[in-house]
């Protein structure tokens, strides 16, 4: 079985310049999530879909951060503008539905 | 007070050590308790899943729980280099319920 898919693995951008990260999860897996991992910290969870509906963002940073899930498959994350602090690992992770979650390699983000 | 708190080590043990990592929780509603095995480079991977407390024993891993006291324990016997990770221990109220890591500790066993 293929695991959880993401691309870029790295990424190096400016302050203020936008960055989009991608996410397959497993097939079949209604559930999707994206986290972030600051270096030394736990992974924080940032948004959560069903299928392609949000059940919890509410750690999201809707002033720069967006992101969707197409036909409740792939999902996007998108930074704009980038903050340094933005620097960290954005992993995604994909579950059946109150099931053990499978979480990618993650995309490694530098905010110059 | 953050909800899941954690050393951070590091932890440098020799090859065959018994490891104890170590978690304490602030909220009393959370039931579920997982410990997560990140190697560097890669996504976290359930390691143990506990429902309230008590222990669960797998092979050289064992988690305990002890609600009464917001404490949660995941040992290694006859630990090996291949142990050496990052050890996320995470909580949640309900199975539907979003996870909260804790910091992490990081492990290295030494041949």
């Known amino acids: 079985e293929a695991g959880v898919a993401q691309s870029p693995r790295y990424k190096i951008i400016e302050k203020r310049q936008s960055v989009a990260f991608w996410c397959n999860p497993i097939?079949?897996?209604?559930?999707l999530y994206w986290y972030q991992q600051i270096l030394g910290q736990g992974p924080k969870l940032l948004i959560q879909?069903?299928?392609?509906?949000?059940?919890?963002d509410s750690q999201l940073p809707k002033d720069r951060f967006s992101a969707e899930r197409l036909k409740g498959v792939d999902s996007t994350l998108k930074i704009q503008p980038a903050k340094l602090e933005d620097s960290a690992v954005y992993l995604c992770?994909?579950?059946?539905?109150?099931?053990?979650?499978?979480f990618g390699p993650g995309t490694r983000l530098t905010v110059l | 007070q953050k909800e899941v708190e954690q050393d951070p080590g590091p932890l440098s043990v020799p090859e065959g050590a018994i490891v104890s990592l170590n978690c304490t929780y602030s909220?009393?509603?959370?039931?579920?308790f997982m410990w997560y095995r990140q190697y560097s480079r890669k996504g976290p991977e359930l390691l143990m899943y506990?429902?309230?407390?008590g222990n669960k024993e797998d092979g050289r891993f064992t988690a305990q729980v002890d609600k009464s006291s917001k404490y949660i324990s995941l040992f290694i016997r006859d630990s090996q280099p291949s142990d050496s990770a990052t050890y996320l221990c995470?909580?949640?109220?309900?199975?539907?319920?979003?996870?909260?890591f804790g910091p992490g500790t990081s492990l290295s066993v030494i041949p």
């Open positions: 992770a994909s579950s059946l539905v109150g099931r053990e979650e499978f």
């Open positions: 097939s079949g897996h209604a559930t």
């Open positions: 879909f069903q299928n392609n509906g949000v059940v919890d």
């Open positions: 909220n009393s509603a959370f039931q579920y």
């Open positions: 506990t429902y309230s407390s």
């Open positions: 995470a909580i949640m109220k309900t199975s539907y319920d979003k996870v909260i």
